[in-house]
Every structure is written in structure tokens, then in C-alpha cells.
């Protein structure tokens, strides 16, 4: 599977700032995915990244808050703006990665997540 | 869009004995069921999928089945250990997004 990690590991940051984080990959990979998980709750899509093309975002998150860049096939970031209290959360990026069953000839997709990013905003 | 719900929130299971948990989705269209382990502080990792095509899929201790028709599938663990504790999320999609259940928190008492 990929290799992937993200950066800054944790932040605190004050409310009304912006926070920028980043997710790399050791392979290039078409689909990257961005998450949000709130405190003991599940992974929620906030949208797909897809180099050379806007990023797709899902219903309750828009651009203006969550700005996503995808520069390559192999790096993503996402933008937490203006933040409040109510964005602190874990962030994690996932991508989708092709691999072969053994003794298939066809190709798989899987999602695999990056570490993420712990965020307090105070 | 796809609604996946998960039971049960939380599952206390002695070591030794067997694990299930399960999932219901609302799209039939749904093709892909994976299942993530998520230890505290770690990020979730895939420990077993299926496709539509099988109805079960086994990987030593794990097992995965799906009903198409009830659409519903499932996780087993056999002779479960500590180190099985963990929150499990079940997630369903029908091309590349997922979407997740609400996840199972299971304790394997020693």
C-alpha cells in the first residue's frame, strides 16, 4: 500500500485564523480524499481532490472555508479558515490505491488514510 | 445519497469468544463494503473488504459477509484477543467514496 503522511501532526490555533495542512504520498495516486472526525464520532467526506481539476466537495462543506489544493499526483493540501471552536477535530486524507489480487490480472482500488492532523481551536 | 448504519455502538466481548458486528446500507447500487480498525490515537486501517460479487471473504481470524438482497453485511472475529480492541467502522460505496458507519467500540475483556 502507499505511504502517506501529513503534516502538522497536532496544532492549536486561535479562532478566526487559518490553517493550512498538508498530505504526501510516496506514489502518485489519481484519488485523494479529505475526512473530518469530530471527537469519538466517524469519518465524515469533506471532499475529493483530483490533480488538474476542481476538488468535489460534499454537502455541508464549501470551498470558502475548506480550500483544497492538488498541485500533483502525489501531494494535497486542505485549508481550515477562520476557524472556530467548532472545527477542532481530527483532518485525515485517504487515497485510493490500485493493487492486484494475487493470481487475478485485474486491478483493485482501496482507500488507505494518512496519520491526520489533530487540530484544538481555542 | 448512500446511508450506512452500524450495530452495535459498543460490544464487551470475553477473550476467546467470537465478535460480529453489522452494518445496513440504503444503496442498492453499493458495490464496495470495507471494514476500518481504528486504535486510539491512530489513524483507521483497512483490515478486510468485499465486492459485490462474493457473498463471504475470510482472512484468518476475520471474516466479511454480504446480503445483497437485505443489504446488510457483516464482521466476524474468532477467538478474539486484546489486541482486537479497537473502534471498527464498516463504510459502503458505490465508486470511489465512502461512506461510514457510525462505529463500533469493542473491548475484549481479559
Known amino acids: 500500500s502507499a505511504v502517506i503522511s501529513q503534516k502538522p501532526s497536532r496544532d492549536i490555533c486561535q479562532r478566526g485564523t487559518s490553517l493550512t495542512i498538508q498530505c504526501q504520498v510516496d506514489?502518485?495516486?489519481?484519488?485523494m480524499f479529505w475526512y473530518r472526525q469530530q471527537p469519538g464520532q466517524s469519518l465524515t467526506l469533506i471532499a475529493t481532490?483530483?490533480?488538474?481539476?476542481?476538488?468535489?466537495?460534499e454537502s455541508g462543506f464549501v470551498i470558502d472555508k475548506f480550500p483544497i489544493s492538488r498541485p500533483n499526483l502525489t501531494f494535497s493540501t486542505l485549508t481550515v479558515s477562520n476557524m472556530s471552536p467548532e472545527d477542532s477535530s481530527i483532518y485525515l486524507c485517504?487515497?485510493?490505491?490500485?493493487?492486484?489480487?494475487?493470481?487475478?490480472?485485474?486491478?483493485?482500488?482501496?482507500?488507505?488514510f494518512g496519520p491526520g492532523t489533530r487540530l484544538l481551536v481555542l | 445519497g448512500e446511508n450506512v448504519e452500524q450495530h452495535p455502538s459498543t460490544l464487551s466481548v470475553q477473550e476467546g469468544d467470537s465478535a460480529v458486528i453489522k452494518c445496513t446500507y440504503s444503496?442498492?447500487?453499493?458495490?464496495?463494503f470495507p471494514w476500518y480498525k481504528q486504535e486510539l490515537g491512530k489513524r483507521p486501517q483497512l483490515i478486510i473488504d468485499?465486492?459485490?460479487?462474493?457473498g463471504e471473504k475470510k482472512d484468518q481470524r476475520i471474516a466479511v459477509t454480504l446480503n445483497k438482497t437485505a443489504k446488510h453485511f457483516s464482521l466476524h472475529i474468532t477467538e478474539t484477543q486484546p489486541e482486537d480492541s479497537a473502534v471498527y467502522f464498516c463504510?459502503?460505496?458505490?465508486?470511489?467514496?465512502?461512506?461510514f458507519g457510525t462505529g463500533t467500540r469493542l473491548t475484549i475483556i481479559p
Open positions: 506514489s502518485q495516486v489519481t484519488m
Open positions: 481532490a483530483n490533480q488538474g481539476s476542481e476538488a468535489t466537495y
Open positions: 485517504s487515497v485510493e490505491w490500485a493493487s492486484r489480487p494475487s493470481g487475478r490480472a485485474w486491478y483493485q482500488e482501496t482507500q488507505y
Open positions: 463504510a459502503a460505496s458505490r465508486g470511489e467514496k465512502l461512506t
Open positions: 444503496d442498492s447500487a453499493s458495490n464496495y
Open positions: 468485499i465486492r459485490s460479487n462474493v
